[in-house]
């Protein structure tokens, strides 16, 4: 900035005209376009747009209605129960799978709460390699970057709480009343009552759906680079 005041002084001192300046104060801002990013600017930059999503995901998807309001990370019937869902609305259990889907979500919103000191970890043991892949990877590499490196913390982290929260949200209990009452009719296959899994594993996908949008975010629209390290680094690849 220093050496554009000056040189731009200097042309007004001998009485460039407009198109002078104007071609003066292009070239310097081409030239400074220029530089090469530094190792330590991409990891940073990379850094702090996961960290960003990372945070903003966790925040949202553990708020109330995080997940059950939300259609792209809302938790309904495991795949091989949906038939039984619809079976049990149709025979007036509606109310019942309804409730249950609820505090199947809520154990979701409760567990998400664990997710950012994790995700901290990660963001901050990312390597200059990892930052350049990420930087020149496709449009949701840091967003694999962290289900890559996290997930496996996850399950360990979301399992005792989702346990907890299943159980005190009475989920669990509701569902296996839901699958004792289905398991009951005649002529259907039995379903698994055991929850926790799939609960886990949602869970964890709402998150990165998510970070997701963060990371695409940022990438895609220049006005959601709110430093000034965002906007050279990823203005690099536009």
Known sequence: MRLITILLGLCLLAACSEKDLRRTYDLINASAAEVPLTESEVAAALRDTLARG??????????????????????EFPPDAERAANTLRKIGFGEQVDRFERQL?????????????????????????????????????ATRYLRRETRGDLRAAFGPVVREALDETRATRYYAEI????????????????????????????????????????????????????????????
């Open 179 to 238: 699958a004792e009452t289905y398991n009951e009719l005649p002529l259907t296959p039995d379903i698994d009552p055991d929850l926790e899994r799939f609960a886990i594993e949602r869970a964890i996908d709402g998150l990165f759906v998510l970070i997701a949008d963060e990371e695409a975010r940022i990438r895609a629209d220049p006005a959601a680079r709110t430093t000034k390290l965002l906007r050279r680094v990823f203005g690099s690849l536009d």
């Open 105 to 141: 979500n809520r154990a979701a919103e409760r567990a998400a709460t664990r997710a950012k000191p994790i995700f901290i970890r990660a963001i901050t043991a990312m390597s200059i390699d990892d930052a350049f892949e990420i930087l020149n990877g496709p449009p949701d590499a």
């Open 54 to 75: 990372a945070s903003l995901g966790a925040a949202r998807a553990s708020r109330d209605d995080g997940y059950f309001g939300d259609p792209r990370l809302r938790i």
